[in-house]
């Protein structure tokens, strides 16, 4: 079994929180509230995964993906101790430290000034966050492991007074969109960016031959 994410969320900012809530099938989530997002191979694997989290830990799940590469759960509650101990019981489980994860790697991280009217309306027909407004920055980030871009989001809302308009979390790749001033999206693309690098881990080299 292959452990490709594990994060700890301190905190859900309020437009994570508000996000993951109205897109998700589970239990819905709160700002303040502390959560785990780990993502495993074999997808089915996700399963067993789950069932340790609920019986070890007083925690909710709010996501559970089970595809046939890869499986995905976030599970959240009010107090970090029991996210936590849900957290230490799922890598006991497995045989891993949190150091055995892939270390995510950045694909692409741009930003664009000044948006055009048009293409602001093009993304927010496919949007699930804010609206991207014309003359805005927008900033966007493309990771492997896909979950990294929960972690991306959420630390960069907590430096600086963005906007999130769409997340992608699941699937081959992560996709995070923010907007704001040009000088909020290069705050805030700069602590997502040193939050990721910080992430330590096993050497990401599925993304390497993906890159290759």
Same mark, same amino acid.
């Given at each position: 079994?292959?452990?490709?994410?594990?994060?700890? &969320?301190?905190?859900? =900012?309020? =437009?994570?929180?508000?996000?993951? @809530?109205?897109?998700?099938?589970?239990? &819905?989530?709160? +700002?303040?509230?502390?959560?785990?997002?780990?993502?495993?191979?074999?997808?089915? *694997?996700?399963?067993?995964?789950?069932?340790? @989290? =609920?019986?070890?830990? $007083?925690?909710?799940?709010?996501?559970?993906? %089970?595809?046939?590469?890869?499986?995905? #759960?976030?599970?959240?509650? #009010? *107090?970090?101790?029991?996210?936590?101990?849900?957290?230490? /019981?799922?890598? /006991?489980? #497995?045989?891993?430290?949190?150091?055995?994860?892939?270390? +995510?790697?950045?694909?692409?991280?741009?930003?664009?000034?000044?948006?055009?009217?048009? /293409?602001?309306?093009?993304?927010?027909?496919?949007?699930?966050?804010?609206? &991207? &407004? +014309?003359? /805005?920055?927008?900033?966007?980030?493309?990771?492997?492991?896909?979950?990294?871009?929960?972690?991306?989001?959420?630390?960069?809302?907590? *430096?600086?007074?963005?906007?999130?308009?769409?997340?992608?979390?699941?699937?081959?790749?992560?996709?995070?969109?923010?907007?704001?001033? $040009?000088?909020?999206?290069?705050?805030?693309?700069?602590?997502?960016?040193? @939050?990721? @690098?910080?992430?330590?881990? %096993? +050497?990401?080299?599925?993304? #390497?031959?993906?890159?290759?």
């Amino acid at each position: 079994m292959q452990l490709r994410t594990y994060i700890f &969320l301190d905190s859900y =900012q309020p =437009q994570l929180a508000s996000y993951t @809530a109205a897109t998700i099938g589970g239990y &819905l989530t709160i +700002p303040g509230e502390a959560s785990i997002w780990i993502e495993v191979a074999p997808g089915m *694997a996700i399963n067993r995964v789950t069932d340790i @989290a =609920q019986k070890s830990s $007083e925690v909710r799940p709010g996501v559970i993906v %089970v595809e046939r590469a890869f499986g995905v #759960l976030e599970v959240h509650a #009010l *107090a970090q101790d029991i996210v936590l101990e849900a957290g230490r /019981q799922i890598l /006991q489980y #497995l045989n891993y430290k949190e150091q055995d994860r892939l270390t +995510p790697k950045i694909f692409s991280s741009e930003i664009i000034t000044d948006m055009d009217p048009y /293409q602001c309306m093009l993304i927010n027909r496919g949007r699930k966050g804010n609206l &991207l &407004l +014309p003359g /805005q920055a927008l900033y966007i980030l493309e990771v492997h492991p896909a979950a990294y871009a929960v972690y991306a989001a959420n630390e960069a809302e907590k *430096a600086s007074p963005i906007f999130l308009i769409d997340i992608e979390p699941i699937g081959a790749f992560g996709r995070l969109y923010l907007s704001g001033s $040009e000088s909020a999206i290069h705050e805030a693309a700069k602590a997502a960016e040193l @939050a990721l @690098a910080s992430v330590q881990g %096993v +050497p990401n080299t599925e993304a #390497l031959s993906r890159n290759a």
